[in-house]
């Protein structure tokens, strides 16, 4: 149970990404940024805080992710009346997971940090990806659960390599695998996305499926004020 | 565990909608692999990163391509989506994400599959593409890329084992693997076996040719196109060597070079006297050496030779022993230890030469020390299957027998999944059908090649032969090499072996009748097996022919019994063995060539008249999907049609209980009909695309189809239920959720211990309550949940529905939902994340979809297996729900107190007057006094064991609620105890808030603070 949660908060880190689909990697990129918003819209948003929970088998796990553009990346989590969090900045990281006995909050490595950068990006690699200095290839189809779907392969100026899954019907993600540090080991992650909805004119999902468990988001605002103890790390 | 059975609740009437019926109609009814990886074979190349040595290729003959990244402490199967049976791989060293896989295996043994081309992956394979020129090939021996220009690659193609084809030779590429043309070719029947490429001087190229053919009945190795041939200008000229070589004709010939000192090369050249060459001048002379029996044994199939890439006096043989040089190979020793017998693959660590992989037939090893001590890997779950077949224990198990591997069983679940050591062996050398008696369920019968039968007690530990002997005026027995044992449908007590004769025993075997003469075409042209071998006798039952291949008593009627031969005949009688007919002129007219090989027969059990038939005609080259259907016991036959189809046919199975429902395994595939063989779709969910699948059973009770696959293992999709259930209509449907048999409550079987984690570990099959419902269209818009209430319409438990096109199974932990724990200590308690078990009773199951709600009833019930009774499950219930009210009292007490406390100390963080403050502080202490001795708030070290009220209740609670008995005395009273600890702590509370609230409310007031929110109360109000 413990692993559950340690695991699941590490993985948690909410991307949008936007893909367009058709022929060429460029015309399904665009198609996808179109179905999510354009361009314009999904640049005008500077940060995103979510809260939703973690359903599993009757256990909620609230969960609040808070999201500013390029700066930071963080997920507070609550459970049974304790707090834990992960935090990224551009600079910096800082885990603290109590329900595991963790002390006190511990810094993540300066790899970690580095690999984490391209998380910061609220628009994801995808937008301008080329100036980005991230590689996108269009694979053909895939089957996804019974649904074909566009297969991109993105290689992010870190090296690091992403998948993306495009249902053409809606020209949304509906799945995407990433390789992600879970206790000291890298694992790919899968995470699917359903349940878009609008918000400020930028399609994003409310149903994220992990792997130990669905995400449920019950908001999602923009453009907030970000208070300074988000990018503080004491407990 | 009853399984779940869901009746349609649509009845249908006409076509509807172009609803197509797919592997993904099913959806989460994926397949689990259960293994066995303790033996691990069998294994057909390895290739290893050179500059990140721990990352390694592992090729197997049937079960696709396995990666590690950490040197063999993990493995990933990467090829599932593709052709299984591995002929090469080669990794472009200078660029190495680039990966190439040649397919068909080509240690050309009777039981060898066919390949389908070439593949090559970009990123490390995750992803594959084909490359288009050498698909007929059928197998692939070698790819060597020019180590020093990656665009120039070779490709050594043996070609087709059973028929003449141009689809052989050496092929090169000079544009990185995107085209290929044929550089050394030299007729229809010889293709190339090996290549060696000069590292330093890599136009300098080594080809041998080999001329080899394969019948049903016989293999002949050699020929006049067998040779070995050198090229200096990159394969675009040739000249044959010849200097030294024994006399032509040649066999197969394995050639090695020293990556070192590269014109040193060594050869084992198969001949009339299949010797040991040796050349130090790049192949112009070569001389004979007197070589080991390891060395030259057998090289049509141990075609292995590699030497040390630092040090050129340091040779390795894998054959059927392991041998090592360390005079350049003119002496040998033989190493190995106990690693398995048969070895085709071997990697060399170039960076550090002392470690090596090792491919055999039994699996994978790895050694640090040059081949002197080994390792085995029991990682890969490539075992290779024939049959297989159950019984009815509770859990059942599987058994069946491996190629090169003996004969096993285990369960089907085991505490911690099914492991390498859940798996038990019955002995014997290559495996092939095993049965359990239909009597006696401690007997069970295995064999090894060549009918040799064991009647095994298990029950005794005892073993004795029952194989049939040659009567007084019998020929000569012909066992086929997978001779087939098989237990009566419609007379359990029935057990059947066939040679070319029929035999029957109804006394385990203890006594034989013969129940037929000879049903074979008994042609002596093939029957000519000590000839076998070409340049070299290989004589091993292997070929034997004229046999009697399978045998199927009809689940109607015991006297009619199917018998059908490796020679085409399709026999059949219906008076228990006087009287046979052959039905094999029948089939051709269907389009099935004559002769054809017949696979399996399955008698219908709903029609007598009704059999189901599989023919493979592999071995005349030809490898068309061949299934058949008669309706009129054989006189004119079907022939099933589908563009799906791919590979030759293994078997057909009809399902137990829906006549329409058809599986059919085939040498690239798993196949399903849900129209009685119209319609075809290949079975993909979580099975690989191309499994060779040579068994398929149907178990009768949970309702699993049981896949041997003769390269993963066993492979179980739980209760197929709902493709039995599954009409076009339905699956025309937006949305349907499947009516379901009463379930057992139980909290799971067979968990208690577990496993030790080495090795491959299969996964069990969920004990949950499965919720099952179906999606035409994945969802894409609104939530999708699956609410379960009771019969009083309270919400017992919310889980997130899976929202996939197809059926979806959202497993339901049949209890409810965890109480809301105090909270704010220091830790997390376990009494949080479980609820009791239901009891028995009538649920409701509600999917919502977005807006809309979907309803069905489910029925609860007592297991009647277990030994709670109904009273005892209420008994538990209670207590344990007495004990979750608890912690729902107790955690609105603490929450009211923190809530207080917040409220207190929000008035501090404003009071000036520090008498107020004092009081105020006193307030708030107190009421932490009383907090800290409800939840654990100090401990935060998972070492620290802090109990306190919460804790103490969990204790008790959580052993409630999982334990299926009732509650102890001891427990009971604990629970009063408990009970009364809470009422004091409210009264406890209460007499806090007695003595100080309206004092400190009033001096607040005075303070002028006042209006402090009580924010914390109010949003748990609204949760």
Redesign the interface.
């Known amino acids: 149970m413990k692993n559950l949660l340690v695991f699941a908060m590490m993985v948690m880190a909410l991307v949008f990404v936007q893909f367009a689909q058709a022929q060429t990697v460029d015309e399904v990129i665009d198609k996808h940024i179109t179905a999510l918003g354009g361009k314009e819209n999904l640049n005008k948003i500077q940060n995103v805080i979510s809260e939703g929970s973690l359903s599993v088998q009757g256990i909620e796990i609230g969960v609040t992710v808070t999201q500013v553009n390029n700066k930071l990346a963080r997920q507070d989590i609550f459970v049974n009346g304790m707090t834990g969090f992960d935090m990224l900045t551009d600079k910096e990281g800082w885990t603290y997971m109590p329900f595991n006995g963790m002390q006190k909050p511990e810094p993540k490595t300066a790899d970690d940090v580095k690999e984490g950068l391209s998380d910061l990006d609220i628009a994801g690699p995808l937008v301008d990806y080329a100036a980005k200095g991230n590689k996108v290839e269009l694979l053909g189809k895939e089957d996804v659960d019974g649904t074909e779907c566009y297969k991109l392969k993105v290689t992010l100026a870190s090296g690091k390599d992403e998948t993306y899954f495009i249902d053409p019907t809606t020209n949304m993600i509906i799945r995407t695998k990433k390789m992600q540090k879970a206790n000291g080991q890298e694992v790919e992650v899968q995470s699917d996305f359903s349940d878009y909805r609008d918000v400020e004119g930028v399609k994003m999902p409310y149903s994220i499926g992990l792997p130990f468990g669905t995400l449920l988001i019950s908001s999602i605002k923009v453009n907030q004020t970000i208070p300074e103890s988000a990018y503080k790390h004491d407990m | 565990m009853k399984k779940f059975f869901p009746i349609a609740c649509l009845l249908f009437l006409t076509n509807t909608t172009s609803a197509q019926i797919s592997s993904?109609?099913f959806?989460m009814m994926e397949a689990r692999h259960i293994g066995p990886a303790t033996m691990g074979g069998r294994l057909t190349a390895i290739e290893g990163v050179n500059s990140e040595p721990r990352t390694i290729y592992i090729g197997s003959a049937g079960g696709g391509v396995w990666k590690t990244t950490n040197a063999g402490v993990s493995f990933k199967s990467i090829f599932d989506k593709y052709c299984q049976s591995i002929g090469a791989l080669a990794i472009d060293q200078q660029n190495p994400k680039i990966i190439f896989v040649g397919t068909g295996e080509s240690n050309m043994r009777n039981s060898v599959s066919i390949g389908d081309g070439l593949y090559r992956s970009t990123?490390e394979g995750?992803?594959w593409t084909k490359i288009k020129g050498l698909d007929s090939t059928e197998h692939i021996s070698r790819i060597i890329i020019d180590p020093l220009n990656s665009k120039n690659i070779y490709v050594a193609a043996p070609g087709p084992l059973w028929s003449d084809s141009k689809h052989r030779g050496l092929y090169k590429s000079t544009d990185g693997g995107n085209t290929f043309e044929k550089i050394l070719y030299i007729n229809e029947q010889t293709g190339v076996a090996d290549i060696a490429v000069n590292p330093a001087n890599p136009s300098i190229v080594y080809a041998t040719t080999w001329q080899f053919r394969r019948t049903p009945y016989s293999f002949n190795s050699g020929g006049k196109g067998s040779g070995i041939y050198k090229s200096i200008d990159g394969g675009k000229t040739w000249r044959e060597l010849s200097k030294g070589l024994p006399p032509k004709p040649f066999g197969r010939t394995a050639i090695a070079l020293a990556p070192s000192a590269p014109d040193n090369l060594l050869a084992i050249v198969e001949a009339e006297n299949t010797g040991l060459y040796i050349s130090s001048d790049g192949g112009e002379n070569w001389k004979q050496q007197s070589a080991t029996v390891n060395v030259v044994s057998r090289p049509f199939y141990f075609a292995c030779l590699v030497i040390d890439p630092k040090d050129p006096k340091r040779v390795y043989r894998p054959g059927f022993g392991f041998s090592y040089s360390s005079d350049g190979g003119y002496s040998f020793a033989d190493g190995g230890g106990n690693v398995h017998a048969d070895h085709h693959a071997l990697w060399i660590n170039p960076n550090y030469t002392n470690q090596m992989y090792l491919g055999t037939d039994g699996g994978l090893y790895v050694s640090n020390d040059r081949g002197a001590n080994w390792l085995m890997l029991p990682m890969l779950p490539v075992s290779q299957f024939y049959h297989v077949t159950y019984d009815f224990k509770q859990p059942y198990n599987v058994y069946g027998g491996l190629q090169d591997n003996q004969s096993w069983y285990a369960p089907t679940q085991s505490a911690g999944g099914i492991e390498n050591n859940d798996w038990k062996n019955l002995g014997g050398g290559d495996g092939f059908w095993v049965q359990v008696d239909g009597i006696n369920p401690d007997i069970v019968y295995s064999e090894s090649q060549g009918g040799e039968i064991v009647h095994n007690d298990l029950k005794l530990g005892k073993a004795y032969s029952i194989k049939p002997q040659q009567a007084l005026n019998d020929e000569k027995l012909r066992f086929n090499w997978n001779t087939p044992i098989v237990i009566g449908q419609k007379n359990k007590r029935n057990l059947y072996i066939a040679s070319q004769y029929l035999y029957k025993s109804v006394d385990e075997g203890k006594n034989w009748i013969k129940i037929s003469p000879d049903l074979t075409t008994n042609n002596k042209d093939k029957q000519k097996q000590e000839e076998s071998g070409g340049l070299s006798a290989d004589v091993t039952s292997a070929e034997n022919h004229c046999t009697i291949f399978t045998i199927a008593e009809s689940p109607l009627d015991e006297n009619l019994v199917w018998a059908g031969t490796d020679d085409g005949n399709l026999q059949y009688t219906t008076d228990g063995g006087k009287n046979w007919t052959n039905v094999a002129k029948n089939y051709t007219a269907a389009g099935i060539p004559a002769q054809t090989w017949v696979s399996s027969i399955e008698p219908s059990r709903f029609d007598r008249n009704v059999v189901y038939a599989s023919f493979d005609n592999h071995m005349y080259g030809d490898h068309k999907t061949y299934l058949a259907k008669s309706i009129d016991m054989g006189k004119t036959w079907t022939l099933f049609k589908s563009e799906e189809f791919t590979g030759f046919a293994h078997k057909i199975k009809e399902d137990n209980v829906n006549k329409d429902l058809l599986f059919a395994g085939t040498e690239m595939g798993l196949f399903a009909s849900l129209d009685g063989g119209s319609n075809w779709f290949r079975m993909?969910n979580n099975i690989p695309w191309m499994a060779l699948v040579r068994d398929i059973q149907i178990h009768p009770v949970t309702n699993d189809l049981i896949l041997a696959t003769h390269g993963r293992g066993i492979i179980i999709v739980d209760n197929i239920t709902p493709m039995r259930n599954m009409t076009k209509e339905m699956a025309a449907k937006d949305v349907v959720v499947f009516n379901s048999k009463p379930i057992n409550i139980t909290m799971g079987k067979y968990y208690i211990g577990s496993g030790n984690g080495d090795g491959y570990i299969g996964t069990n099959s969920s004990q949950q309550a499965p919720i099952e419902y179906y999606f035409k269209?994945?969802?894409?818009?609104?939530?999708v949940k699956v609410e379960i209430y009771d019969k009083d319409g309270k919400l017992v438990?919310?889980?997130?529905g899976?929202?996939?096109?197809?059926i979806n199974i959202v497993n339901w932990?049949m209890?409810?939902?965890?109480p809301k724990?105090?909270?704010?200590?220091?830790?997390?308690?376990?009494g949080?994340?479980i609820?009791p078990m239901v009891l028995p009773g009538e649920y409701t199951v509600k999917l919502k979809v977005a807006d809309k709600v979907y309803e069905n009833k489910l029925t609860m019930q007592r297991d009647p297996d277990s030994d709670m009774t109904l009273a005892d499950m209420e008994d538990q219930y209670n207590t344990a729900m007495q004990l979750y009210n608890m912690h729902v009292r107790l955690g609105k007490l603490v929450d009211s107190i923190?809530a207080n406390q917040k409220m207190l100390q929000q008035a501090l963080d404003k009071l000036k007057n520090n008498k107020v403050k004092k009081l105020v502080q006193e307030y708030h202490d107190k009421l932490e006094d009383l907090r800290s001795k409800l939840l654990a708030t100090k401990q935060?070290?998972?070492?620290a064991d802090e109990k306190m009220l919460r804790e103490d209740i969990s204790d008790v609670y959580v052993s409630v609620c999982n334990q299926e008995t009732r509650p102890s005395n001891l427990q009971k009273e604990r629970t009063v105890v408990l009970l009364n600890r809470v009422g004091d702590a409210e009264k406890a509370n209460a007499s806090i808030n007695k003595q100080y609230e309206e004092k400190v409310k009033a001096l607040l007031l005075k303070e002028k603070i006042d209006k402090i929110e009580n924010t914390e109360m109010k949003k748990k109000e609204k949760q």
């Open positions: 993904a109609t959806g990123d995750e992803n993909k269209d994945r969802v894409s818009r609104g939530e438990q919310s889980i997130p899976s929202k996939r096109k197809g932990n209890r409810g939902t965890p724990v105090a909270s704010g200590g220091t830790k997390l308690d376990v949080g994340f609820a923190s935060k070290s998972l070492f």
